[in-house]
């Protein structure tokens, strides 16, 4: 099992990104292939919702459904 830590900055690029941009198709990919396993940090969960609260809430419940769906481990 390979493990794949993501930082804020690819967490929110995942989130709000195009259909087609890396940052989706990586995080989409790597979140359905049997070998790796997506991990993150506490602190990178805690920039992605501060900085989602500030400059984009409307996207908070979005952000919800994608750490559940992903399966990233925190």
Same mark, same amino acid.
């Given at each position: 099992m $390979?493990?794949?830590f993501l930082d804020s900055? +690819?967490?929110i690029s995942a989130l $709000?990104?195009?259909t087609h941009s890396a940052? +989706?198709?990586l995080v989409d990919w790597l979140a359905s292939s049997p070998v790796a396993t997506l991990i993150?940090?506490?602190c990178c969960i805690q920039e992605v919702e501060r900085?989602?609260?500030r400059k984009?809430?409307?996207a908070r419940p979005l952000w919800r459904q994608?750490?559940?769906a992903s399966g990233i481990r925190i």
């Open positions: $390979i493990a794949v900055n +690819v967490l $709000i990104g195009s940052p +989706v198709v993150t940090g506490r900085n989602l609260a984009l809430p409307q994608f750490v559940i």
